[in-house]
């Protein structure tokens, strides 16, 4: 957990001009990992009751712009923000009750899948990042969903 001068730090780092806005944003950022823009919106009025949702959303776009926040969107979801960042992990998201999982990289160096380039089309391209997510079901809904075979 970083504290709220660490978030400052951050924000000088990327060269972006520390707000309180923007350290609020971030601070419901690392408190709600891969939470919708909605929840970030309620979470930071928490922090700083005054905040509008134009804000949160300008922040997260520069956040995001500058490297401090992940966004991504898994398929049929909203997009959700992460503050774990730089690592090239991947997301496990449940299917019955849409909870949502860091799963490590999986294997090798960043980024960790290497695609085939099987018709040139990733000529000139220089890859830095892979984006995957895992689709199953979690263990609570794995075992709602485990048949019954009782006699």
Not at 8 to 17: E, H, I, M, T, Y
Not at 107 to 122: K, M, R, Y
Not at 126 to 147: F, K, Q, S
Request: net charge negative; proline share 6%.
């Amino acid at each position: 957990m970083i504290d709220r001068s660490g978030l400052k730090q951050l924000l000088r780092d990327a060269r972006l001009r520390v707000t309180t806005p923007r350290v609020t944003v971030m601070q419901a950022v690392a408190d709600h990992p891969h939470a919708d823009t909605e929840a970030l919106i309620r979470a930071s009025r928490e922090l700083l009751p005054d905040i509008s949702h134009q804000t949160v959303y300008d922040a997260l776009n520069a956040l995001t712009a500058a490297g401090l926040v992940r966004r991504f969107q898994p398929t049929g979801s909203l997009a959700r923000y992460e503050s774990r960042v730089g690592d090239n992990h991947h997301h496990l998201v449940c299917r019955s009750c849409g909870v949502i999982a860091d799963v490590d990289c999986a294997v090798g160096e960043v980024p960790c899948l290497t695609p085939a380039d099987d018709g040139g089309g990733l000529q000139g391209f220089e890859i830095d990042e892979a984006e995957v997510i895992y689709w199953g079901l979690c263990p609570n809904c794995a075992a709602v969903n485990e048949p019954d075979h009782t006699p």
